[in-house]
C-alpha cells in the first residue's frame, strides 16, 4: 500500500483523464487548429501527452527500476511524432480514448511498483536533482513534473478555447 502522500499524486495524475474526456464534444475545427500561432493543435497536445505517458511505461519506469537512471529522448523529434500522429487520420474519439487508456495504465504501473521504488533515487540524463527546486530525482518526483507539465498544456488549451469562444461572441454582438 503506498502512503497517502504518494497515492494522492498518481490520483491527481489521472484525473487529467475527466477533463480530457470533457473534450469530446468540442468542434473539430478547434480539435485540430493549432491552439495560437505556430503551436500545437488540441489534437496534437493529446497525442503528445499520450507518447509520453507511454514513454513513461515503457522506458523510463522499467530504467528507474533496473538501472536507477531515466534518458529522456531529444524533446523536439519526440514530440514531432506525437504531432505527426495527431495529423495521421487518428479521431477524436480514438485519440481521447488512447489518452485515457495509457494515462490508468501507467497509474496502475506506478502503484505497483511499491513505495521503495516510488522514492528511490534516480537520475534523469545523468542528474541526480532537479536543478529548479534541488530535490532528488525519484519516479514520484517525476511524476510530479508530469503533472506541472500537463497543466501547463491544459491552461495552454483553457486559454485557446477561451479566446475561440470569446472571438465567436464577439462576432454575434457586432451583428
Known amino acids: 500500500m503506498l502512503s497517502s502522500c504518494n497515492q494522492a499524486i498518481i490520483d491527481r495524475f489521472a484525473s487529467l483523464t475527466d477533463w480530457v474526456d470533457g473534450l469530446c464534444d468540442m468542434p473539430e475545427q478547434e480539435w485540430s487548429g493549432p491552439i495560437a500561432e505556430g503551436k500545437a493543435s488540441i489534437a ?5 501527452l499520450t507518447q509520453w505517458d507511454r514513454y513513461l511505461i515503457e522506458t523510463a519506469v ?18 514531432a511524432r506525437a504531432y505527426a500522429y495527431a495529423r495521421s487520420g487518428v479521431t477524436k474519439p480514438e485519440l481521447i480514448e488512447q489518452f485515457r487508456l495509457t494515462r ?72
Open 104 to 175: 490508468l495504465e501507467l497509474c496502475r504501473l506506478l502503484e505497483s511498483i511499491g513505495e521503495e521504488a516510488l522514492e528511490r533515487p534516480v537520475t534523469a540524463n545523468g542528474t541526480a536533482v532537479c536543478p529548479h527546486t534541488g530535490t532528488p530525482y525519484s519516479v514520484i518526483y517525476i511524476t510530479e513534473e508530469f503533472i506541472d507539465h500537463d497543466a501547463h498544456h491544459q491552461r495552454g488549451i483553457e486559454e485557446a478555447r477561451s479566446r475561440s469562444n470569446g472571438s465567436g461572441e464577439d462576432a454575434m454582438l457586432e451583428i
Open 62 to 79: 522499467p530504467d528507474a527500476l533496473q538501472k536507477q537512471a531515466i534518458v529522456f529522448p531529444a524533446f523536439d523529434s519526440f514530440n
Open 44 to 48: 496534437g497536445i493529446i497525442a503528445h
